[in-house]
């Protein structure tokens, strides 16, 4: 099956700092990925939508200077945490698109757990 | 609005019995329906869809889900639960604008006992 892959999957940064997670898929190319974010024992929220080539579609509430998103090729999305601060602290995860022949699902990366200190 | 919900935050069961975890939707036009699961500080593992067709989906590890038009329900099941079971699991449904965005319900957290 499609894999996605997420890296790194733990990171602990000082406050203030940034810090960028990979989303990457393996073996197929993926024009759309999704980036969630998971609070403990909650569901996923959907933060943004990642088009390759064009710009990233955030949700609601999420600040598009703070997070930042590019996907410059067809299999890697990144998420920058800008100016980070504890309350960034969480799991985020990303999904993508699979393959034509899978419609409608998505694969998801093993997440990056957060840490801001 | 569009939404998946799962109406039970956790679900006890001892090894060997059937388990079911509940979720129901109300997505518009003909819905795509996932269940994932979740293992601590993992990502989301996928078990199973529908799509179209049998409303008895097969999926991974066992389980199996029933899509029920009329009570627009979507329940996971499998028949003999295992420790290792134990897990959060999450039903999710995708919007018809085709985006490819999912959306979770609450998730529930299944704990088989020995």
């Known amino acids: 099956g499609a894999v996605v892959s997420q890296h790194p999957s733990r990171v602990i940064c000082k406050s203030g700092t940034s810090v960028k997670i990979e989303c990457r898929s393996l073996?197929?190319?993926?024009?759309?990925m999704f980036w969630y974010r998971q609070f403990p024992k909650q569901s996923l929220m959907l933060m943004a939508t990642s088009n390759e080539g064009s710009k990233a579609t955030y949700e609601q509430g999420v600040e598009k200077d703070k997070f930042l998103i590019n996907h410059a090729s067809l299999t890697l999305s990144t998420l920058t945490v800008t100016s980070a601060h504890p309350e960034d602290s969480s799991f985020y995860i990303c999904s993508a698109r699979g393959p034509s022949a899978s419609p409608g699902e998505l694969f998801f990366g093993e997440g990056s757990r957060l840490t801001v200190l | 609005a569009q939404s998946v919900a799962q109406p039970e935050d956790q679900v006890n069961v001892a090894e060997g019995n059937p388990l079911t975890v509940k979720c129901t939707y109300s997505?518009?036009?003909?819905?795509?329906l996932f269940w994932y699961v979740q293992y601590p500080n993992r990502g989301l593992q996928f078990l199973l869809k529908?799509?179209?067709?049998?409303?008895l989906v097969k999926g991974s590890y066992g389980f199996e889900a029933e899509f029920n038009k009329s009570q627009t329900s979507f329940h996971l099941k499998k028949p003999s639960a295992l420790v290792s079971d134990s897990a959060l699991y999450f039903c999710a449904g995708r919007e018809s604008s085709n985006t490819g965005k999912l959306i979770f319900g609450q998730g529930t957290t299944l704990q088989v006992k020995p």
């Open positions: 529908y799509i179209t067709g049998d409303n």
């Open positions: 073996d197929f190319q993926a024009t759309t």
């Open positions: 997505v518009s036009g003909n819905p795509y």
